[in-house]
């Protein structure tokens, strides 16, 4: 069964460095996603991506946040000066469509800012 | 604005026990529902979902939900829990307009010998 696919699997970074995030989402899915889980609390919505442009975003993706896809394949969410507070695990999803599809999960990136 | 409510936290099980794990949401449109299990160390998984038809769905593991419109609540439910089914369940529900999902908070189910 095709999976969603996130490298590195954890990542340890200093704050005010930049990091990118990346996904690899099925193939034939054209709808993609980054969601983040800070430790204890919920899963958030961070962004949407459809047809090589942001289709909706959550007042967290800020002007420190911008992601691509700069393939066919590649989908990456770009940290631009990482704050302590950005310590979560991201998660990459995709979907074939919109709202009535289900969202296939990467296994995450655990982000680490010290 | 729609929004997700798991009411329990944490529920902790024995082994071969019934479960319910409690979703209620608030949204005023047609929504699709879904249940993701997480475990340990890992990404979400899709549990199953509710889409439209029957109210009550089967998903994966034994599991199952019924969508209650008129209670706006999507409960899960397993007649008989197995110490593999201790993860974190999360409920989540998609507007019929909108791309994107919102979860609620989340329930750990712990399944105890």
């Known amino acids: 069964e095709p999976e969603v696919t996130q490298t590195p699997s954890h990542q340890v970074t200093q704050m005010g460095q930049e990091v990118i995030l990346r996904c690899v989402p099925i193939s034939n899915h054209l709808y993609f996603y980054w969601y983040r889980q800070i430790l204890g609390q919920k899963v958030e919505f961070l962004v949407s991506f459809y047809n090589n442009e942001i289709s909706e975003k959550s007042e967290i993706f800020d002007d420190q946040f911008s992601v691509e896809r700069p393939d066919g394949s590649n989908f990456t969410l770009k940290i631009r000066s990482t704050k302590l507070e950005d310590s979560a695990m991201y998660f990459c999803a995709s979907s074939y469509r919109e709202s009535n599809s289900p969202l296939h999960f990467g296994n995450g990136t655990r982000l680490t800012v010290t | 604005a729609q929004s997700v409510t798991q009411l329990d936290s944490q529920v902790p099980v024995f082994e071969e026990a019934p479960v319910e794990l409690r979703c209620n949401y608030s949204?005023?449109?047609?929504?699709?529902l879904f249940w993701y299990v997480q475990y340990p160390n890992q990404g979400l998984q899709l549990l199953l979902k509710y889409l439209s038809g029957s109210t009550l769905v089967k998903g994966i593991n034994g599991f199952e939900a019924e969508f209650n419109k008129s209670q706006t609540s999507f409960h899960l439910r397993k007649p008989s829990v197995h110490i593999s089914d201790t993860a974190e369940y999360f409920c989540?529900?998609?507007?019929?307009?909108?791309?994107?999902?919102?979860f609620g908070k989340g329930t750990k189910l712990s399944v105890k010998p």
């Open positions: 989540a529900v998609r507007e019929g307009s909108q791309g994107n999902l919102i």
């Open positions: 949204s005023s449109v047609s929504v699709y």
